[in-house]
Structure formats: C-alpha cells, structure tokens
C-alpha cells in the first residue's frame, strides 16, 4: 500500500523558510514523478513543483519560482520542498503525490498523479 505522509508545516513570519518532508512508502518510485500541490481556503489546488524520482530533474510552478527548492533522497525515499522568502499568499496546505511520470502529459497536472499525501497546513503571517 502506497503512503506519502507529508510533515514539516507551521506557523512563519511573512520572510522566513520552511522545509517539507514526504515521506513515500509502499512501491518502488523509479518511473515515477513526485510533486507537491497547495490548496488555499475557496481556492483551486495549485501545482507548486515536481521532481522525477530517477533522473531528477525539477519542475516550478510560476509563482514559486526562485524560492523553492524541491529535492529527493533516493536512500530515504523522501522528497523535500525547501521554501524560502515565504509570503502571506503562501498560505495552503501543501500536499504530496506521486504519480507514473511516463504517462503524464502534464506533469502540472493534478490528475496525472494517483497517490496523495494527507497534507499538511503551512501558514505565513505579514
């Protein structure tokens, strides 16, 4: 049984940095892609960045762009999101997915990705 458990959220001045974990278990990730999503309250989810689990190679939704940092850990098959220079409309929560990078036309996509995290709240204040 896959499980992506995200962790690394909280509560941090409009400036400051955080740092995501997802944490996969269940399956090999080679083949696949690892993304985070956000959702803001009465807003659609919104791709936030991705990594391919063998070759790494990173993608950025625009608004991230310069900030964050995604990064993998094959050893501990865990994904990490580096969030820099965090602003107010920053504020989601961020969730973990995993989906088969060679099927995906959009890797922006969220329905190209099968499993999800249960997310975790990430909060800025101005």
């Known amino acids: 049984q896959v499980q992506l458990v995200e962790s690394g959220g909280g509560l941090v001045q409009a400036g400051g940095s955080l740092r995501l974990s997802c944490a996969a278990s269940g399956r090999s990730f080679s083949g696949y892609a690892l993304g985070w999503f956000r959702q803001a309250p009465g807003k659609e989810r919104e791709f936030v960045a991705a990594i391919t689990w063998s070759s790494g190679m990173r993608y950025y939704g625009d608004s991230v762009k310069g900030r964050f940092t995604i990064a993998r850990d094959n050893a501990e098959n865990t994904v990490y999101l580096q969030m820099n220079s965090l602003k107010p409309e920053d504020t989601a929560v961020y969730y973990c997915?995993?989906?088969?990078?060679?099927?995906?036309?959009?890797?922006?996509?969220?329905?190209?990705?099968?499993?999800w995290g249960q997310g975790t709240q990430v909060t800025v204040s101005s």
């Open positions: 997915a995993a989906g088969l990078f060679a099927l995906m036309r959009r890797i922006t996509g969220e329905d190209e990705y099968r499993y």
